[in-house]
């Protein structure tokens, strides 16, 4: 008679343990503790020191100059706002259905370059 109590008990013990280490696991997640600020500023970005550096080492070596790619320049800030305007490079740069994705052949751009970008854009595409 005593085994089957102690037998009881220890049941009863890996019942609640269990209970206790499910009822731990089981919280809500912050976004914020699970993906803490990356530092990726999109406040005031300018072109000069944000947007055209990632369009230069990722976009110039095939959309410059008398043969680019498509026809679509990106040498220099006027025309990287026309292209911007004529709508074509937030979709490829985002890798949007219906639009080529580019770099072409390469990764996609990083979301905190694309995010600056499109902070760049919306704060009026200055030529700064």
Same mark, same amino acid.
């Given at each position: ?21 499910m ?6 997640d ?26 230069? =080492?990722?976009? %110039?070596?095939?959309?410059? $100059?008398?043969?680019?790619? !498509?026809? +679509?320049?990106?040498g @220099?800030? =006027?025309?990287? %706002?026309?292209?911007?305007? $004529?709508?074509?490079?937030? !979709?490829? +740069?985002?890798?949007? @259905?219906?639009?080529?994705a ?11 370059? +694309? ?14």
């Open positions: 008679m005593e085994l089957l109590t102690t037998k009881n008990r220890f049941s009863r013990l890996f019942i609640l343990l269990a209970v206790v280490l009822s731990t696991a089981c919280y809500k912050n976004e914020e503790d699970l993906y803490p600020d990356n530092g990726c500023n999109t406040e005031n970005v300018s072109f000069a020191q944000t947007v055209w550096p990632v369009i230069n =080492n990722n976009c %110039v070596s095939c959309h410059s $100059g008398p043969g680019a790619s !498509g026809g +679509i320049r990106l @220099n800030y =006027n025309e990287v %706002v026309a292209t911007i305007d $004529g709508g074509r490079f937030l !979709g490829a +740069i985002k890798h949007e @259905n219906g639009f080529s580019m770099p072409q052949g390469g990764s996609k751009l990083s979301d905190c370059n +694309i995010s600056q970008i499109d902070a760049w854009i919306a704060q009026g595409k200055l030529n700064n």
